[in-house]
């Protein structure tokens, strides 16, 4: 009976909604295919008042996650409050992985340059790309920040809660393993002089497109349902603007460009453990891989290691849950702090002239400034780690990646490496690239088959 009346409030919701129809060009197929827009009762919207969007990818050339019908999910994504849009690809067969994620790029450069299927009001930084079968969870927290570590701005006094969005498959035949990635926007507090007061200008600010997936064609995430696949993602630990950030009574942005631990460490603990402990409601296998760019990478990677410190692994949520994830992928990024040196002006200007400022001389310190990295999180193991990179990116950043990488060779910690998929600061997009990206996370994470 329960059923009954869930699923009459889910059409009672359809009937009530208003929605528009008409053809979007699509580069996967090559032609137009056809999409219809629907809006929420109740919309949801995002602080500057674009409306939170989902495109809905439905009839692909792929096997069906969930086991509920479109028209109920897209029935519960507006009673959330989404704008639904579906792109009807009416079975072709073009669409699989990872052909598919060049219209999940497209998609995101035309929301984040203002004009959609005819919208130019969809939010910015609360508009998702779901497959048929998938729903989301946005906003769950998964650590209560505290506002003395990086003390910007200083009228933020008491600590909000750092949040992540979870794309899941409704009503799985069987559970499916998670992507996890922290953000490389960051949400961060706001103080408005002219109002007196804080705002919620800048939280949840994780998927901001014109600083994430638009900006760097990233399409790895949205895309990874095609492969089986669950995803996730975090504000990044730095809860502060980037160029930001001192330590009580330091120097002005001492903090600028890196996080600090153990607040980081901290952080990404916690919100695996967080993914982790949602595993039944949401139908995951409890089995959670880690992707990771720029300064998400580093975040990210603190997540890799083996050492249990205190400090750490007793701060946050659901301390009783393990925190231990089955592998990760890691593009350019600080791995490791005591490394910034060996080359002079070779990108890391930020860390070579300021880390100093928080953490003192280096050989007098040195204990200190290795606590800082997730190399220093390696003791004795660590998940498999895919590293890539391009070798005309910044040089800091291939002797980040050449000493984390010996550290776990040495450990004999399965270890593989993409280089030159692209150019400079860049996450794969190629279809290639892509697929050892998916390979990688599928032999580890063990996803369930999807093509038809």
């Given at each position: 009976?329960?059923?009954?009346f869930?699923?009459?409030?889910?059409?009672i919701?359809?009937?009530n909604?208003?929605?528009a129809?008409?053809?979007?060009?699509?580069?996967v197929?090559?032609?137009?295919i056809k999409?219809?827009?629907?809006?929420?009762t109740?919309?949801a919207?995002d602080f500057?008042?674009?409306?939170?969007?989902v495109?809905?990818?439905?009839?692909?050339?792929?096997?069906?996650?969930g086991?509920?019908?479109?028209?109920?999910?897209?029935?519960w994504?507006?009673?959330?409050?989404?704008?639904v849009?579906?792109l009807?690809y009416?079975?072709?067969k073009?669409?699989?992985?990872?052909?598919?994620?060049?219209?999940?790029?497209?998609?995101?450069?035309a929301?984040?340059?203002?004009?959609?299927?005819?919208?130019k009001?969809?939010?910015?930084?609360?508009?998702y790309?779901?497959f048929?079968?998938?729903?989301?969870?946005?906003?769950?927290?998964?650590?209560?920040?505290?506002p003395?570590?990086?003390?910007s701005p200083?009228?933020?006094?008491?600590?909000?809660?750092?949040?992540?969005?979870?794309?899941?498959?409704?009503?799985?035949?069987?559970?499916?393993?998670?992507?996890?990635?922290?953000?490389?926007?960051?949400?961060?507090?706001?103080?408005?002089g002219?109002k007196?007061?804080?705002t919620?200008?800048?939280k949840?600010?994780?998927?901001k497109l014109e600083?994430?997936?638009?900006?760097f064609n990233?399409?790895?995430?949205?895309?990874?349902?095609?492969?089986?696949?669950a995803?996730?993602?975090?504000d990044?630990?730095?809860?502060?603007q980037w160029?930001?950030?001192k330590?009580v009574?330091g120097r002005?942005?001492?903090?600028k460009?890196y996080?600090?631990?153990?607040?980081?460490?901290r952080?990404?603990?916690s919100?695996?453990?967080?993914?982790r402990k949602?595993?039944?409601?949401?139908g995951?296998?409890?089995?959670i891989?880690?992707?990771?760019?720029?300064?998400?990478?580093?975040?990210?990677?603190?997540?890799v290691?083996?050492?249990?410190?205190?400090?750490?692994?007793t701060?946050g949520?659901?301390?009783?849950?393990?925190a231990k994830?089955q592998a990760?992928?890691?593009?350019?990024?600080?791995f490791?702090?005591t490394?910034i040196?060996?080359?002079?002006?070779?990108?890391d200007g930020?860390?070579e002239?300021?880390?100093?400022?928080?953490w003192?001389?280096?050989d007098?310190?040195?204990?200190?400034?290795?606590?800082?990295g997730?190399?220093?999180?390696?003791?004795?193991?660590a998940?498999?780690?895919?590293?890539?990179?391009?070798?005309?990116?910044?040089y800091?950043?291939?002797?980040?990646?050449?000493h984390?990488?010996?550290r776990l060779?040495?450990?004999?910690?399965p270890?593989?490496?993409?280089?030159?998929y692209?150019?400079?600061?860049?996450?794969?997009?190629?279809?290639?690239?892509?697929n050892?990206?998916y390979?990688?996370?599928s032999?580890?994470?063990?996803?369930?088959?999807?093509?038809k």
């Amino acid at each position: 009976m329960i059923r009954y009346f869930t699923l009459l409030l889910l059409v009672i919701s359809i009937i009530n909604c208003s929605a528009a129809s008409g053809t979007w060009e699509s580069t996967v197929t090559g032609c137009n295919i056809k999409f219809t827009a629907t809006e929420a009762t109740t919309p949801a919207k995002d602080f500057a008042g674009n409306y939170v969007t989902v495109v809905y990818l439905e009839n692909l050339n792929l096997k069906n996650a969930g086991r509920n019908s479109n028209q109920a999910n897209v029935a519960w994504l507006l009673a959330q409050g989404y704008r639904v849009i579906e792109l009807n690809y009416a079975g072709d067969k073009r669409t699989v992985s990872p052909v598919i994620n060049q219209d999940i790029m497209a998609i995101n450069k035309a929301i984040a340059n203002g004009s959609f299927c005819g919208y130019k009001d969809c939010s910015h930084e609360q508009s998702y790309v779901l497959f048929e079968g998938y729903r989301i969870v946005r906003n769950v927290p998964y650590f209560k920040d505290d506002p003395t570590v990086y003390n910007s701005p200083i009228e933020y006094k008491e600590g909000v809660y750092l949040k992540m969005d979870i794309v899941y498959p409704a009503n799985p035949a069987k559970p499916v393993p998670v992507i996890l990635s922290f953000s490389y926007s960051n949400s961060y507090a706001t103080y408005n002089g002219g109002k007196k007061a804080l705002t919620d200008e800048h939280k949840n600010q994780r998927l901001k497109l014109e600083y994430s997936l638009a900006a760097f064609n990233d399409s790895f995430l949205e895309g990874a349902p095609a492969n089986g696949m669950a995803w996730a993602i975090a504000d990044h630990p730095k809860y502060c603007q980037w160029g930001k950030g001192k330590p009580v009574n330091g120097r002005e942005d001492t903090y600028k460009s890196y996080q600090t631990n153990p607040d980081a460490a901290r952080k990404v603990r916690s919100a695996v453990r967080t993914l982790r402990k949602m595993d039944k409601e949401l139908g995951l296998s409890g089995k959670i891989g880690i992707y990771g760019f720029s300064r998400g990478s580093t975040a990210g990677s603190l997540a890799v290691g083996d050492r249990s410190v205190e400090g750490i692994d007793t701060a946050g949520f659901n301390t009783g849950t393990s925190a231990k994830v089955q592998a990760a992928a890691l593009g350019p990024g600080v791995f490791d702090y005591t490394q910034i040196y060996n080359i002079l002006n070779d990108g890391d200007g930020n860390l070579e002239t300021r880390c100093v400022w928080a953490w003192g001389e280096l050989d007098k310190n040195y204990a200190l400034w290795r606590s800082m990295g997730s190399a220093y999180l390696v003791q004795s193991s660590a998940s498999p780690v895919m590293f890539f990179h391009n070798t005309d990116d910044d040089y800091y950043y291939q002797d980040q990646i050449a000493h984390f990488k010996a550290r776990l060779d040495s450990l004999h910690v399965p270890v593989s490496t993409m280089v030159n998929y692209g150019n400079g600061h860049s996450v794969p997009q190629t279809p290639e690239s892509l697929n050892q990206l998916y390979r990688f996370f599928s032999k580890y994470l063990k996803p369930l088959a999807v093509r038809k």
